[in-house]
């Protein structure tokens, strides 16, 4: 099952904060962020572990709530650098392997 | 050291004809997946290779589609009968185990005339 991100789409002016969640209807091991800037490959920002614990990359930090399957991430004081499609991953048990299923994405762009 | 690497970078096909497209993923990472991304839209999972078990096949959209990982290294999907509607960019990625980073490759562009 695929999680689902919103919002879907943000715009945001240079400096401002914005926050992405993401959520799922099964139990989850852990969560991965993803951000792909437009015509490249996605490239990983950070990985949440059971736990609950907010780890942080640069001014981009996230959470995970075990309990009820949710992620956020949070951009704070936003840079034009952080324009992209960013992509949670599940990772849970499914038919016997652990996996990671991607989310349908958040674009993400950030004017002047 | 190497990334993920794909090969072909572009193929353009025409309709009916079979394609075939190559991954080589990080040396020592059990984990690999193939992903289809349509112009503008999110990651479709396809398929999922660990070590040597049994792939997870459940994202593959028809029987046209197939993909093997020989050694545990190189996979190579394939796409028989291409339509129009598997134009798209076909990602791989691998990783240590299921749990870790995802390295992504840069992908190949499939258009199919």
């Known amino acids: 099952q695929q999680p689902v991100q919103s919002p879907q789409a943000v715009i945001l002016r240079e400096g401002e904060d914005a926050v992405i969640n993401c959520s799922s209807s099964?139990?989850?091991?852990?969560v991965h962020w993803y951000r792909q800037k437009h015509g490249e490959a996605p490239v990983f920002l950070m990985i949440l572990l059971k736990g609950g614990e907010q780890k942080g990359h640069e001014k981009i930090s996230a959470s995970f709530n075990e309990k009820k399957q949710q992620s956020s991430l949070y951009l704070t004081a936003s840079q034009l650098s952080y324009s992209g499609t960013y992509f949670c991953?599940?990772?849970?048990?499914?038919?016997?392997?652990?996996?990671?299923?991607f989310g349908t994405g958040t674009k993400l762009q950030v004017i002047p | 050291g190497a990334g993920v690497s794909q090969s072909p970078s572009n193929k353009v096909t025409e309709k009916g004809k079979d394609v075939e497209l190559r991954c080589d993923p990080i040396s020592g990472h059990t984990a690999l997946y193939w992903y289809r991304q349509s112009l503008g839209q999110g990651l479709e999972f396809l398929i999922y290779?660990?070590?040597?078990?049994?792939?997870?096949k459940s994202g593959l959209p028809s029987d046209r589609f197939s993909a093997e990982r020989t050694g545990g290294s190189v996979s190579t999907l394939t796409i028989q009968r291409t339509q129009q509607e598997d134009s798209a960019v076909y990602l791989c990625?691998?990783?240590?185990?299921?749990?870790?980073?995802?390295?992504f490759g840069p992908g190949t562009r499939l258009l199919v005339l």
């Open positions: 099964k139990a989850l091991y852990s």
């Open positions: 991953g599940t990772e849970r048990k499914s038919g016997g392997y652990q996996k990671v299923t």
């Open positions: 290779f660990q070590g040597n078990s049994a792939p997870d």
């Open positions: 990625a691998s990783s240590r185990t299921s749990a870790e980073t995802q390295y």
